[in-house]
Nanobody, 116 residues
Framework: QVQLVESGGGLVQPGGSLRLSCVAS????????MGWYRQAPGKERELVAA???????NYADSVKGRFTISRDSAKNTVYLQMNSLKSEDTAVYYC??????????WGQGTQVTVSS
């Protein structure tokens, strides 16, 4: 069973930066998309950023220009660089992998809190 382990969350002041990492416990084949969702208290889970096997990227409008997703296939890792953080970015961030056979894997989540 593949496990996705996120790291890099924490408490940061508004305007600050964090870099999230998500490592897969072993090589995942037939990857279609890797990315990040987030869920804030009382809100639905929303897509933050995604990157396809062909390196095309997609971002939520609320994070465009501030967040950057990247991946290192050799290390089975996907990253989310988050700059100019705002209080509304506070949420639990989840890493996911979507395969071509429609199987999905999810991480356990990492808390990001933006507060002064």
């Amino acid at each position: 069973q593949v496990q996705l382990v996120e790291s890099g969350g924490g408490l940061v002041q508004p305007g600050g930066s964090l870099r999230l990492s998500c490592v897969a416990s072993r090589t995942i084949f037939w990857i279609n998309t890797m990315g990040w969702y987030r869920q804030a208290p009382g809100k639905e889970r929303e897509l933050v950023a995604a990157i396809t096997n062909g390196a095309s990227t997609n971002y939520a409008d609320s994070v465009k220009g501030r967040f950057t997703i990247s991946r290192d296939s050799a290390k089975n890792t996907v990253y989310l660089q988050m700059n100019s953080l705002k209080s509304e970015d506070t949420a639990v961030y989840y890493c996911y992998v979507h395969r071509n056979d429609f199987r999905d894997y999810w991480g356990q989540g990492t808390q990001v809190t933006v507060s002064s």
